[in-house]
């Protein structure tokens, strides 16, 4: 029961994603390239942002010299 809910839950979300973006007009295998390439950006973005971010910060903490 719980598991057909959440199923029913994330298809209506996964229509609006269509809707909103408009990849409701476009082909599978169209719609399979574009959501393909919005995962690889957003891991690229997220990776980007774990590895840099630490030496970001640590050197705005050195520059305000609130860290020595």
């Known amino acids: 029961m719980a598991l057909a ?3 029913k839950q994330m298809s209506w979300l996964y229509y609006q994603y269509l809707l909103v973006t408009a990849l ?3 082909e ?3 719609r399979t390239v574009f959501n393909s ?3 690889s950006f957003v ?4 990776y980007t942002g774990y ?6 910060i640590m050197a705005i903490l050195h520059y305000f010299e ?3």
């Open 66 to 68: 609130i860290v020595q």
């Open 37 to 39: 390439m919005l995962v």
């Open 43 to 46: 891991g690229m973005a997220l």
């Open 51 to 56: 590895v840099f971010m630490p030496q970001h």
């Open 28 to 30: 599978p295998w169209e």
């Open 5 to 7: 809910r959440a199923w």
């Open 24 to 26: 409701y007009m476009l």
